[in-house]
């Protein structure tokens, strides 16, 4: 293929000189990821000693589901079947069993104000927040060399809205855990220019070894914080 493709370079113009360089530049770089990939392949997986987990299937029980696939996120780490995953919880509209609601998680979020139920929001979003505790816990008792999971992973936990029943998209509420950073406070963003949550993620993508000083809307990075 090569030399088919240094004979057809020849023939062509300037435009279609690069064009043809830029393919080429994309294979070799498919190339070496195929043979990073089977290299990864190769490489004995830890072992876990545990039984497999159990699906859930009512799509109403928005805390077990949350559970299980967290489980499933813990395993995969500690396997090293991935480095990076990604969880959306949608809010719900089915009313959540085993708790003492009496609505769904999107009705109960565009409470409108409303004392009661904001109290019953209350309880779903506690609830949800008792399954990520729990699943920090469990990596933090996960050994994974000379630490553990906790200690060698960046966990971020949020919202796309700070107040769901406007859909107000500022102010988010935002939880950062593992990865060495300085824990147990609060920083506050700017909440009149609203501080940019891509600047976080500079940060994390700066701890993860990436050379990068920009992403998104970022202004900049959290390291004077975190």
Known sequence: MGEQLKSLEGRLGRHDRQQLADYAEAVREMEKQLHANEQWAQRPKPVVDEAPPKDNANKADIIGRTDLMLNL?????????TRVCTLFIRGMDLTPPWLPVSENHHGLSHHGRNPDKIRELKIIEKAQLDSFAKFLKSLRDTADGPGNLLDHSQVLIGSNLGDASSHGTTNLPILLAGGGYRHGRHVAGDREKNTPLCNLFVTMMQRF???VDNFGSSSGDLNHAV
């Open 209 to 211: 070894g990436m050379e």
């Open 73 to 81: 996120i813990r395993l995969a780490l500690q396997t090293d079947s």
